[in-house]
């Protein structure tokens, strides 16, 4: 914006959290393996989350998945702060660290499940990024490329992990802070985000995505899809969508 380049087709970009969908797919591919299911305890998986997470003995891997947990979300007070400093901003976290930051910074919006309640908790991504890891003995990158990024053909795909380098995204990224002032985020360090949002692409490769996702392409089984596509009409107060599994419905 500083010299008005415009933006072009095959410029990459951050897609936020368009990557948690990315991550149910993982995650319900996992499910027709038969390697874990929804309703698998997160202590099964993460043993040392659960015991240290507030009501962590409670949670299920569903409930994580579509933000009902009541899990502290670390993703404003961590990521925010990175609009007005720039050291914030670009500082790198590993993901145990994110929740370790959740758990000493916050208190649960309410209990695991309870009836009613819905709150969008980028936590519970952190916590299933790490579940996809424990469950597969691959890392969250790895399992991105090779599940989805590498089967369509999706050659711009990345996860940032640190500071972004022009390979991973080719264009400014811009935020407006609570002030209304315009921050040039480019230098945002994706781990902050990680598998509740740091992947990068262009827009033709998120339109490939989407496109097979919608088409059922990463499935066996039409219920998979239908599974995600189970929308939660609690989180419409909230969020202005209902929710389902990594997708919100915005019709």
């Given at each position: 914006?500083?010299?008005g ?10 897609i ?8 149910v ?17 997160l202590?099964?998986?993460l ?6 997470l507030p ?11 579509n933000?009902?947990?009541g ?8 990521i ?10 670009e ?11 959740a ?11 309870e ?9 519970g991504?952190i ?16 399992l991105?490329q ?5 089967p369509?053909?999706?050659e ?18 811009y ?14 360090n ?7 949002g740091?992947?990068?692409m ?14 059922g ?7 998979t ?24 419905d915005?019709?």
């Amino acid at each position: 914006m500083a010299d008005g380049t415009p933006m072009r087709t095959d410029d990459i970009l951050q897609i936020g959290s368009n990557t948690k969908s990315m991550t149910v797919v993982i995650l319900m591919q996992l499910v027709e393996e038969g390697v874990l299911t929804l309703q698998d305890p997160l202590s099964q998986w993460l043993p040392e989350q659960a015991a240290i997470l507030p009501n962590g003995d409670q949670m299920t891997i569903r409930q994580l998945a579509n933000h009902t947990t009541g899990a502290w979300d670390y993703g404003d007070p961590i990521i925010g702060a990175g609009l007005d400093d720039p050291v914030l901003l670009e500082k790198g976290y590993t993901p145990a660290e994110l929740v370790d930051y959740a758990v000493e910074n916050g208190t649960p919006d309410f209990a695991p499940g309870e009836a009613g309640k819905w709150k969008y908790s980028n936590t519970g991504y952190i916590l299933l990024g790490m579940i996809l890891e424990a469950a597969t003995g691959e890392t969250y990158r790895d399992l991105l490329q090779t599940r989805i990024f590498d089967p369509l053909g999706m050659e711009s795909a990345a996860l940032i992990e640190d500071v972004p380098t022009l390979q991973e995204t080719s264009t400014r990224g811009y935020v407006w802070n609570e002030n209304g002032d315009m921050i040039d985020g480019t230098n945002w360090n994706g781990s902050q985000g990680w598998a509740a949002g740091s992947v990068a692409m262009t827009a033709a490769d998120l339109a490939t995505y989407g496109h097979a996702l919608a088409n059922g392409q990463f499935f066996h089984n039409p219920e998979t899809l239908a599974e995600m596509l189970t929308f939660n009409a609690d989180a419409l107060n909230i969020v202005g969508a209902a929710y389902g599994l990594g997708l919100m419905d915005f019709a």
